[in-house]
């Protein structure tokens, strides 16, 4: 059995079905970025296994495919906080399609509520409402609430997890006006959400001694 599947083809066999897997583990993922590297790792190995034993037409189909996802992946990231792709349009907090929105991912946007509130609570008539959008695609939703002084407490940073890897709240914080025209000099996240400690800190949230985050507005 050993003269007949050495040790070296073992080896082979195991890399190429690695790969195979990769690829179709890929095409589950519904977050843009995750989906684009594994299929690329997927599709980097592919292309060498069919290499290796001589399989062309496949390392070749394989090694397009490589190459597609670079081009995406470097796009995709080149986009990340470009205003000609992201766009923040300010909605009434009585919004129809904001309230669709928020109904339809009810249980996900209650995951990054900063305030408790019920899960299909509508937003207060005082909180400042903004949709993040990526062309005509509805990607995020911020609502802000003003409490005085210039602050504005954050009570929900949520993002569709299709988009979820490429923060569009980086967008909003680093490269929009949107709360500055609301007269705005400071903003305030209450609790730490689930796992938001490194985005918070990415986005230039400083934390605080009373566990809050804050981050200055600039002009």
Known sequence: MRDRYPRSVLWLEIVGWTGSVLVVVSLMQARVWRFRVMNLVGSVIATAYNAVIEIWPFAA???????????????????????????????????AYLHHVLAVHADDVARFRTVPVAADAA?????????????????GVVLVRPAGDGSGVVVLDWVTPRFRDFTPGEFVY???????????????????????????????FRPLPDGSWERPVAA
Do not use: C, K
Not at 74 to 90: P, S
Not at 123 to 139: I, M
Not at 178 to 204: K, M, S
């Open 61 to 95: 189909m394989n090694a397009a495919i490589a190459l597609i996802n670079v081009y995406w992946l470097w796009r995709l990231n080149r986009e990340r906080g470009d205003a000609a792709v992201y766009a923040v349009v300010e909605v009434a907090p009585d919004d």
């Open 174 to 204: 680093r490269h929009s006006d949107v709360f500055a025209a609301q007269g705005l000099d400071r903003l305030v996240v209450p609790t730490t959400p689930p796992n938001a400690r490194a985005y918070l800190d990415r986005v230039g």
């Open 123 to 139: 937003p207060a008539a005082d909180e400042l409402a903004f949709l993040v959008v990526r062309g005509d695609e509805t990607v």
